[in-house]
């Protein structure tokens, strides 16, 4: 499985940026999910959607990002709204294609797979 992010870019705060994930390969994925990484800073979680469709998201990103998924593209998206300067980070999503319980999939090591990452600047 390989993945693909892309739609990172410099927005003004208050403004709103779409993060795409692309897999290729054998996608059998059961959770693909969204991890940010400012300088200097630990690799935090986002995001994550199973294939049935339930998400997870931390506090921060709750009420202004959502995270979905077309299957059929095997694409993941981030739309993220209302960003702010904090949200500056290289983003990555991230697979795991066996099952785990959701509390366990904010945790960085949990996914086998992981994309390039792709910069998101946010000014002030």
């Known amino acids: 499985v390989q993945l693909q992010a892309s739609g990172g870019g410099l927005v003004q705060a208050g403004g709103s940026l779409s993060l795409s994930c692309a897999a290729s390969?054998?996608?059998?994925?059961?959770?693909m999910g969204w991890f940010r990484q400012a300088p200097g800073k630990e690799r935090e979680f986002v995001a994550t959607m199973s294939r049935s469709g339930t998400t997870i998201y931390s506090d921060f990103a709750k009420g202004r990002f959502t995270i979905s998924g077309d299957n059929t593209k095997k694409t993941t998206y981030l739309q993220m709204n209302s960003l702010k300067p904090e949200d500056t980070a290289v983003y990555f999503c991230a697979a795991r294609p066996g099952s785990m319980i959701l509390s366990e999939l904010r945790r960085a090591s949990n996914y086998d797979y992981w994309g390039q990452g792709t910069q998101v600047t946010v000014s002030s």
């Open positions: 390969g054998v996608f059998s994925n059961r959770y």
